[in-house]
C-alpha cells in the first residue's frame, strides 16, 4: 500500500477518498468500517468545499439565531449533514478495508508499518492517523486534564421544536437559563433542524475543565423543554456529546495526523468536519508528490501544507482566548459571546474560520477586546488573554 489510514470517521474516510482519487493505493483500518457516524455534524454552508454535493445536506438554515439580554440573527447559512449520504460520497471501491483496531507504527527507511489488535501487520510507505481524540498513533491523549464540549440532545418532531426555533432558522446559542436551574457552569440550547420533519434540541456546554455531568444536562434539557409542553415521550432519539477542545498540536513525525487527531477541532465551535473535508485534497497532494523523495519527506510535506506557520499561529490564539474563557465566572460568560456576536461579520467569519489566519483572529480579538464592558475585560487579561500580536515563535507541537 502507499498509505494506511486509520480510522473511519468522516476525517478518515475523506483523507482515504482523496488519497484514492490521487491515484494512490489506500487502506482503510477502523473497528467497524462500514458504520455510520452516530453523531449530528453541522458546519457553515460557506465552509464545505465545492465538492461536496447538495445532496449531503440533510438541511441548509439559511439564518441562525443567538438569544440571551439580546437576540442577533446571523444571515450566514448553516448546514446539516446527512451522514448516511456523505459516507457514501466518501466512499471509493478502490480503498481496501480492514477491520480492526491499531496499536502501533513501526518505521524503517522505505515505510512503515501498522500493527493491529490481533497481530496482523500492515506495511505501507505513510501512516495517517485519522483515530479522533484517541491519537492512536500519534501520541495518545494529552498528560494535562482536557476542557471538554459536552451535550445532550433529544429528536424531536419539528411541530414540536416550534417554541424554539423559527421554521426557516437553527438556534447557534439560546443562553435563556432552563428553568430551575440554581448557578452553577450556564449551558446553552442549540436547536437544528435535521430535515423537513425532525429538529435536534440539544443542552450544551460549550467547554469545560472538568466538563459538566451528561446527566446534568439532560435534566436541564428535560426541564427546559417541559417548560414548553414537550414532554419526554415525544423524545425521538436522544444524542449525548463529550470531546476534548483544547488538544494541543501533536509533534511531527512519521505518522501524520489528520482530522481532530491532527488538532483541527475548533475551540469556540467544536467544528472539525468542514476542515477535513477542505484540507483532504491537500493532504493527498501532499503526499503524492513527495512520496517519490520517501516516506520521511511525504509526512513532512504533509504536516507544512496542513499546518503552515500561520495556522499554527492562529490556532494558538485560539487556544489563548480559550483559556480566558474558562477563567471567567459562570455569570459572565452568557454576556462575553453577546459581546462576541455584537461584533462585524468579518470578524466574527475570521474567528470561527475551520482554517484561520493570525492576522484575522488577532483582529477579532482585538475588536472583542476593545467592545467588551470593563468587569470582563479585567477577568479577560487575569486569565491570560493579551491582544495586539501574533506569537512570536511559530513552532510545531504545541499551544
Known amino acids: 500500500m502507499d498509505v494506511v489510514v486509520v480510522g473511519g470517521g468522516p476525517a478518515g474516510r475523506a483523507a482515504a477518498a482523496a488519497c484514492s482519487d490521487t491515484g494512490l493505493q489506500v487502506t482503510l483500518v477502523d473497528p467497524a468500517p462500514r458504520r455510520v457516524w452516530p453523531h449530528t455534524y453541522g458546519t457553515w454552508r460557506d465552509e464545505l468545499p465545492p465538492s461536496v454535493p447538495p445532496t449531503v445536506m440533510a438541511s441548509v438554515m439559511p439564518r441562525m439565531a443567538v438569544r440571551g439580554t ?34 502501533a507504527a513501526e518505521h524503517g527507511p522505505t515505510g512503515s508499518t501498522v500493527v493491529l489488535k490481533d497481530g496482523r501487520r500492515i506495511a505501507a510507505a505513510v501512516v495517517v492517523d485519522a483515530t479522533g481524540a484517541a491519537r492512536a498513533l500519534s501520541g495518545g491523549r494529552p498528560a494535562h486534564p482536557a476542557a471538554l464540549q459536552s451535550a445532550v440532545g433529544w429528536v424531536v418532531d419539528a411541530a414540536a421544536a416550534e417554541p424554539f426555533c423559527d421554521p426557516d432558522a437553527g438556534v447557534f446559542m439560546d443562553w435563556h437559563p432552563a428553568p430551575q436551574t440554581r448557578g452553577g457552569w450556564p449551558t446553552f440550547l442549540y436547536a437544528v433542524r435535521l430535515g423537513p420533519d425532525r429538529v435536534l434540541l440539544e443542552e450544551t456546554s460549550l467547554a469545560r475543565r472538568p466538563a459538566l455531568p451528561l446527566a446534568l444536562l439532560r435534566r436541564r434539557l428535560a426541564g427546559r423543554l417541559a417548560a414548553a409542553g414537550v414532554a419526554e415521550r415525544e423524545r425521538i432519539g436522544e444524542e449525548r456529546v463529550r470531546f476534548p477542545v483544547d488538544d494541543p498540536l501533536p509533534r511531527p513525525g512519521r505518522v501524520i495526523p489528520f482530522g481532530a487527531a491532527a488538532g483541527f477541532v475548533h475551540p469556540a465551535t467544536g467544528f472539525s468536519v468542514a476542515g477535513s473535508l477542505q484540507r483532504a485534497p491537500w493532504l493527498a497532494a501532499a503526499i503524492s508528490a513527495a512520496l517519490p523523495a520517501g516516506p520521511a519527506s511525504a509526512a513532512r510535506a504533509s504536516w507544512s501544507i496542513l499546518w503552515p506557520p500561520r495556522a499554527v499561529a492562529a490556532h494558538s490564539l485560539r487556544h489563548r482566548a480559550l483559556q480566558a474563557l474558562l477563567s471567567l465566572p459562570p455569570d459572565l460568560v452568557p454576556e462575553f459571546f453577546e459581546v462576541f456576536f455584537r461584533l462585524d461579520e468579518p470578524h466574527r467569519t475570521a474567528f470561527l474560520a475551520a482554517e484561520g489566519s493570525a492576522a484575522g483572529t488577532t483582529a477579532a480579538m482585538s475588536a472583542l477586546f476593545r467592545s467588551a464592558p470593563w468587569r470582563i475585560r479585567r477577568r479577560l487579561v487575569l486569565g491570560g488573554l493579551t491582544v495586539g500580536h501574533p506569537p512570536a515563535r511559530h513552532g510545531l507541537g504545541g499551544s
Open 70 to 103: 439580546e437576540r442577533h440573527e446571523w444571515q450566514r447559512p448553516y448546514a446539516v449533514l446527512d451522514n448516511t449520504a456523505l459516507w457514501k460520497h466518501l466512499w471509493r471501491p478502490d480503498v481496501v478495508e480492514v477491520t480492526g483496531r491499531a496499536t
